[in-house]
Structures are given as C-alpha cells and as structure tokens.
C-alpha cells in the first residue's frame, strides 16, 4: 500500500509569513510523529500524536509551532511567523504502535527567507 | 539528558572491505536501538532494530549495554551500501526516537 506522504515537499516563505505542512499517516497507523531536520543533523523530535490526542509536544521549539490531527489521520503542522532559524526539513512519521518500527515520509523542504 | 552520539560525520571504504558505523548512547533506563538509513534520494527507513537479532543487507548490531554502544557492522562491503546511517534510541517510557547525528558510509570501488 502507499506509505507516508506530505505536502508540500518544498515550501519557500518570507519571514513573517505562516505556514501548513500537511501528513498523511499510513492507513490505520494509530502513532504520528512530527521531527525537524536542519542541514547536517539527525531529525529532533517535535511532537507525538496517538489517534486524535497530542500526547506529547515536549520537542515543539515555541509557541509559534502548532500541530493538529482532528479526526486520527492526516496532520498538520503549523508554523506562524516563520523566521530564518525554521529552515529545515519537516518529517512525518507513522507506526501501528507507539514503540514500534516507525515508516518516514519524503519530508517537507522548508527555506524562510 | 538521553544522547545519541556518531563520532565519524563520513567513512570512506573500499568495496570488499569491513564496514563498522559506531553508535553510542546515553539512557540510564532500558532503550530500544535502531539503525535506520537513508539512501540518495529516498526516504528514511529502518534498517535494523536490536532486538529483532537480524541480519539485513549483510549488516549486524549488536547492543552492548556495558559500553553502551550498538554498533553497525558489515564484513564485506559493496558499492550499494553508499548512504547516510543514523543511529536511534526509543527510551522505555518515552514517545520519540533520539538520533544521532548521521555517518555517511562511501564505498569506493
């Protein structure tokens, strides 16, 4: 079946602006993770979905980032007035159980300018 | 604080030759490791896990909590192994993988 997807795989934005970067899990994957790669590094850990609940945002960097998952399967992670220091590769990631093998998507290429 | 740490950013090897990517952590608790690689142009997936006891590709990691490491190993190396590896921790009671930094392995033909 089809793994994980996202959109957009690039984004460019001016500093200032808000951004929506959108995972969509595969299907029946009940855990939903959100990690931040900036160049050169591993991916950070932001935030962690089971179903619909955010049970843990311990990795979200401020109160500009936000991220959703109303009905337990497509997310979205929202960044508002986005700055420089927000360049980085989002990726999504879904697994059948919260410590099992996770499945990554393409990730989102975000560059703020 | 729970660490991930790869001490070599490339290797560079020669096919034919031994491969060894180290990891080492630092987690007081029990962790669950990872090797999860990412080739050129695709998508992160998981390689190898410890307590699965695998062999993928050729590829071995043993977890060794006494020195704290769980590195990667291959006895023979080939062209297609060429991508960046990263080593990942899931704590007992946590709800996120911690990732090292990434080697990149270049085998050289």
């Known amino acids: 079946g089809a793994g994980v997807s996202q959109s957009p795989r690039y984004k460019v934005a001016k500093r200032g602006q808000d951004v929506a970067l959108r995972c969509d899990p595969i299907?029946?994957?009940?855990?939903l993770f959100w990690y931040q790669q900036a160049l050169g590094q591993g991916p950070e850990f932001l935030t962690y979905f089971q179903n619909e609940a955010q049970l843990d945002k311990s990795g979200l960097p401020s109160d500009r980032f936000f991220a959703e998952r109303p009905e337990g399967s497509v997310s979205t992670l929202k960044i508002q007035r986005t700055q420089q220091e927000d360049s980085a590769v989002y990726l999504c990631?879904?697994?059948?159980?919260?410590?099992?093998?996770?499945?990554f998507g393409p990730g989102t290429r975000l560059t703020v300018l | 604080a729970q660490r991930v740490t790869q001490p070599e950013k490339l290797l560079s090897v020669f096919k034919g030759a031994p491969v060894e990517l180290k990891c080492n952590y630092s987690?007081?608790?029990?962790?669950?490791l990872f090797w999860y690689v990412q080739y050129s142009r695709q998508r992160l997936q998981l390689l190898l896990r410890h307590i699965s006891r695998e062999s993928i590709k050729g590829f071995t990691a043993d977890l060794n909590k006494g020195e704290t490491s769980f590195h990667l190993k291959k006895p023979f190396a080939q062209e297609e192994d060429s991508a960046m590896y990263y080593c990942?921790?899931?704590?007992?009671?946590?709800?996120?993988?911690?990732f090292g930094a990434g080697t990149i392995l270049r085998v050289k033909s």
């Open positions: 299907s029946g994957h009940v855990s």
């Open positions: 987690y007081s608790g029990s962790p669950e």
């Open positions: 990631a879904s697994s059948s159980l919260r410590r099992d093998e996770q499945f």
């Open positions: 990942a921790l899931f704590m007992e009671y946590g709800n996120k993988l911690v």
